[in-house]
């Protein structure tokens, strides 16, 4: 069974859910957006990537990219299927039009986006990253720079990466060797030679445009040791003249690519940098704020990767589940067949519903977090709205990207489960899904990490004031729907969050270990109550639909009724994280390390 766009759900999500077309009414980008527009653009989009993204998934996967001496090949039919991309606009949907884009609202780019990695992951990867170098650049790149680059970029012809982790510091950037020195021999203001290695690199080189753009963090010579001491640079591939034509080869190579569990066509990197030349796009020392425009653009993206695998997975799943006659079913199905389909029997209905509410409900989250991007990036929004869409992005941000990233392994288990012994064979296609969605767990920061993120720097360090926004939203749903049964259970959860948030709070008053302890179980704990937010929201569209006399009553009447499986059979989850937070750091610190096996 081939993946198939799910345009049914992503128009109830636009349109009921979060009513995008009155969103885009209020700033001049979303203007132009009118619903025949946004029908049109789904629609193609989801053209290309049935045709031709999802029939190069698997090839991607068993072909792999070949390195030979620096230079890489991507997987029959990926080059091919760039170039369709460049040639029809795509690259260019969201891009700023002073330098060539459609200036089309962040939003619409994410769903699309969502639509590439549910095709081909790997594929997606290379417009993915080239994205969150374009903002970086635009962001914060003198004029000068944005001139040469920009425009090559925006076409898709250059692509770009980002270049942080090196062999010896993973997500402790503070530790990079990577340095820049002035180049004395430039004519160029902020011109340097850049020398270090990075590794883990995706789409660090590849045959698929003619330049690429490595974003990369280094050291000034006069850098303060830690994070506070990295600056932000650009360094192609290609040197590029003032004129906008490349150049001679710049010195910096490939000297491998990965081996990896999954996404094999994707080229994941070491590059190495001698004496690079590269360009400063942040202030000296102010690297690591530049890079945010990067990375924070890049955990949304990731936490599509894992729910774009939830609904792959669970297509593929319902679809063989429906075909499949195992046991016979009470009551029969079919009296004249041996046995029924397994679809009929409650375990499998709980694997696929599990599927569904995850990758229904971070469709929501994400697409949600799109329209949170398009405020904070419009200038026809007031202060007050910019700020407490940061202040949900900031919060929502690691939520979506942890939560997803982690439910994905059950929901891609599960797609392989239903299967049963079919689903560990390559051919069906649900193993793969579980090794490309398994590196969602760890691009952009651990879900360790993640939680720490919001615990930490987010929520106690601010003192909860930047959870105000997205409860005060939350808060007034709830009251407008207060009869809603839904909305009735989500006032509790919304008690526990707060108060809980509170407990950690005063625990790591005492022992700052205990946010460390507590991070993953309240990240999780966050992540549930969240998308139960959403179906809530979900559930009231629904509902308001079948009382306006719905065309397809089915469709709603699906949508209560998962709805009320998350809050049935999911959410009794957070109260298995509640406990484990509440009981605190102690048992995990109790042993000595030496002591932790006898072997």
């Not at 990758?359 to 709205?385: H, K, W, Y």
């Amino acid at each position: 069974m081939n993946y198939k766009v799910p345009l049914k759900d992503i128009r109830f999500v636009t349109n009921e859910v979060l009513d995008m077309p009155g969103h885009y009414s209020q700033f001049t980008k979303g203007k132009a957006v009118d619903p025949d527009t946004l029908e049109a653009i789904y629609e193609e989009a989801a053209k290309f990537c049935e045709n031709e993204l999802e029939p190069l998934n698997q090839i991607g996967d068993e072909e792999g990219c070949k390195f030979d001496n620096g230079e890489v090949t991507t997987p029959k039919g990926f080059k091919e299927a760039y170039a369709s991309f460049v040639e029809n606009g795509w690259p260019s949907l969201c891009g700023p039009e002073e330098f060539g884009g459609q200036n089309m609202p962040e939003s619409v780019g994410l769903v699309m986006m969502e639509m590439m990695i549910a095709s081909n992951h790997s594929w997606s990867m290379y417009p993915g990253l080239s994205s969150g170098a374009i903002k970086t650049v635009h962001t914060h790149a003198p004029q000068a720079l944005k001139e040469r680059f920009m425009p090559p970029m925006v076409a898709g012809n250059w692509t770009g990466t980002m270049c942080l982790t090196e062999p010896h510091c993973g997500s402790d950037l503070g530790l990079l060797k990577t340095f820049a020195v002035p180049d004395a021999e430039a004519s160029e203001d902020g011109a340097y030679k850049l020398s270090g290695s990075k590794i883990f690199i995706s789409s660090g080189e590849h045959d698929m445009a003619d330049n690429i753009v490595h974003i990369v963090l280094a050291r000034l010579p006069d850098a303060p040791v830690g994070i506070k001491g990295i600056s932000l640079f650009l360094v192609p591939k290609f040197l590029v003249n003032e004129d906008g034509s490349l150049g001679e080869r710049n010195t910096v190579a490939c000297g491998s690519i990965e081996e990896k569990m999954g996404i094999h066509g994707n080229s994941t990197c070491v590059i190495n940098f001698d004496e690079a030349k590269g360009y400063l796009i942040s202030e000296p020392h102010k690297g690591m704020r530049a890079m945010f425009t990067f990375i924070n653009e890049s955990r949304l993206g990731v936490a599509m990767h894992g729910q774009a695998h939830s609904e792959v997975s669970f297509q593929k799943a319902l679809a063989y589940a429906k075909d499949r006659l195992q046991f016979r079913a009470h009551p029969r199905v079919d009296e004249s067949k041996a046995a029924d389909p397994i679809i009929s029997h409650p375990d499998v209905r709980r694997m696929l519903l599990t599927q569904k509410s995850i990758a229904e409900g971070g469709r929501m989250l994400n697409m949600f977090c799109g329209q949170q991007v398009d405020i904070t990036l419009s200038p026809d929004f007031s202060d007050e709205q910019r700020e407490d869409a940061e202040s949900m992005l900031a919060v929502l941000t690691p939520i979506a990207k942890g939560f997803l990233s982690e439910t994905s392994m059950e929901t891609t288990n599960y797609g392989i489960q239903v299967l049963g012994g079919h689903g560990f064979i390559k051919e069906w296609g649900l193993e793969q899904e579980v090794r490309d969605a398994r590196i969602s767990q760890l691009y952009e920061g651990t879900t360790g990490i993640q939680g720490l993120d919001l615990l930490g720097r987010k929520i106690l360090k601010s003192r909860g004031k930047v959870m105000k926004p997205l409860m005060a939203k939350v808060q007034a749903f709830i009251k407008e729907n207060k009869r809603n049964k839904f909305a009735k259970e989500l006032k509790g959860y919304i008690s526990t969050w707060e108060s809980l948030t509170r407990s950690v709070g005063f625990s790591a008053m005492r022992n700052t270990d205990e946010v460390n302890a507590a991070a993953v179980d309240y990240l999780m704990f966050c992540g549930y109550v969240t998308v139960a937010y959403f179906w809530a929201e979900a559930a009231v569209a629904a509902e308001k639909a079948l009382g306006n006399g719905a065309s397809e009553p089915e469709f709603y009447k699906t949508k209560v009724a998962t709805a009320d499986f998350y809050y049935q059979r999911i959410m009794p989850r957070v109260l298995a994280h509640e406990a484990a937070i509440k009981n605190g750091v102690d048992t995990m610190m109790a042993i000595d390390a030496e002591n932790f096996a006898f072997l």
